[in-house]
């Protein structure tokens, strides 16, 4: 049973990390009705979040040539290194950008990890969240079609390092108030400030891998390598179905945004945070 329960978990972190629906939200709502039986409450709280490692191996391989600059090409560009072959100064520059992008959240999640999830982890706050941006959402994207000019970005290697501190500063929303999503702050970021739609998010799909990266890191060091044989299947279970459903749901939205906007996301968003309310009142 806590096998399937590691499956479900791994389904919705696959889906709701990329959507604009917030996946830190999805699970902590699919804990109010689900809970495995045979792990303690420390290693469900680390659970939650290095399951996302699954879901951050799904960019890295999809967009391993986007991301990864050491290369054997001998082509303009390429700057010799004498260790790791040639590299691309592109990339390179693109890496410093998502650098500076995650300065904000890395401060503060350092600093008052514990407070935040004392204070605002709770499906009251999640279903305000979720309300309050799938609201912002729709405004943004009448606003984006409302403009005339076209994105003054198009791709991620043109973001600069303003553009990348202020969608890290977007990312720092999201990373305190659970239920508003990371890929949705950073998106809606990126639209404000010039951004297409498909850059936007492709930089938040590269944004990710450090943070997540990070956050799963940090949980466990905390949480210690003391897995029992159990413990340690229900993770590496939960990680490959995020894995595999994270490479399917990428492709998907990616193919959708290129000939829609994100309102369906953020009426889903308003529906969704009005019933997480109404279950709480009744």
Same mark, same amino acid.
């Given at each position: 049973m806590d096998i399937l329960i590691s499956i479900l978990f791994g389904i919705v972190e696959g889906i709701t990390e990329w959507l604009p629906i917030s996946s830190t939200g999805h699970l902590i709502l699919l804990e109010q009705f689900l809970n495995? =039986? =045979?792990?303690?409450?420390?290693?469900?709280?680390?659970?939650? /979040? /290095?399951?996302?490692?699954?879901?951050?191996?799904?960019? /890295?391989?999809m967009y391993w040539k986007n991301i990864f600059p050491f290369t054997n090409k001998k082509e303009k560009g390429y700057k010799k290194t004498g260790f790791l072959s040639h590299i691309d100064k592109n990339i390179m520059g693109m890496w410093g950008k998502i650098l500076v992008a995650c300065i904000p959240a890395a401060i503060i999640g350092i600093l008052f990890d514990d407070k935040i999830n004392e204070l605002f982890y709770n499906p009251t706050v999640i279903a305000i969240a979720l309300i309050v941006f799938g609201i912002a959402f729709i405004f943004i994207e009448n606003w984006h079609k409302s403009r005339k000019s076209e994105p003054r970005v198009n791709n991620a290697l043109q973001i600069t390092y303003r553009d990348a501190l202020i969608i890290g500063v977007f990312q720092l929303i999201a990373a305190i108030f659970p239920g508003t999503s990371r890929s949705g702050a950073t998106i809606i970021g990126g639209l404000l400030i010039g951004l297409s739609r498909v850059t936007a998010a492709e930089f938040?799909?590269?944004?990710?891998?450090?943070?997540?990266?990070g956050a799963s890191l940090l949980k466990l060091i905390k949480f210690g390598l003391a897995f029992t044989g159990t413990e340690l299947a229900i993770l590496i279970v939960g990680m490959a179905v995020a894995f595999i459903v994270s490479v399917l749901v990428i492709k998907f939205l990616m193919s959708y945004i290129k000939k829609h906007d994100f309102k369906v996301f953020g009426w889903y968003r308003i529906i969704l945070g009005i019933l997480v309310l109404a279950t709480l009142v009744f």
């Open positions: 495995f =039986n =045979n792990v303690s409450e420390n290693f469900f709280d680390m659970f939650e /979040v /290095v399951i996302q490692f699954g879901a951050i191996l799904a960019v /890295v391989v938040t799909f590269y944004l990710a891998i450090p943070v997540m990266f």
